[in-house]
């Protein structure tokens, strides 16, 4: 069990600035698990915003490149998302996920509860 706790949420205005962070706690395996950040805009699908693997390699989607940045500290269990330049249609709740394949046991995936982000005037 992989407990994934996210915060850093907020109303902010267009081209402002937030800093979302997931801490993962319940067992010692964080530095093993891919980390991403998803999203939902309300009445929409969930969407990929941006990952990063247990080695550091990173993957934005393209609607976010140049405005996002991702990063992830093994030793405190975190993983933090930096928004800026924040436009209306980055209003969504932002969940944080961990994700871990074992060829031939199965997949691992766990979620976070989510924390609202709103860019509005």
């Known amino acids: 069990q992989v407990q994934l706790v996210e915060s850093g949420g907020g109303l902010v205005q267009p081209g402002g600035s937030l800093r979302l962070s997931c801490a993962a706690s319940?067992?010692?395996?964080?530095?093993?698990?891919?980390m991403g950040w998803y999203r939902q805009p309300p009445g929409k699908q969930r969407e990929l915003v941006a990952t990063?693997?247990?080695?550091?390699?990173?993957n934005y989607a393209d609607s976010v490149k140049g405005r996002f940045s991702i990063s992830r500290d093994n030793a405190k269990n975190t993983v933090d998302l930096q928004m800026d330049t924040l436009k209306p249609e980055d209003t969504a709740v932002y969940c944080c996920?961990?994700?871990?394949?074992?060829?031939?046991?199965?997949?691992?995936?766990?979620w976070g509860q989510g924390t609202q982000v709103t860019v509005s005037s």
């Open positions: 990063i693997t247990s080695g550091g390699s990173i």
């Open positions: 319940g067992r010692n395996i964080f530095s093993f698990y891919t």
């Open positions: 996920n961990a994700y871990r394949l074992l060829p031939g046991l199965g997949e691992y995936r766990y």
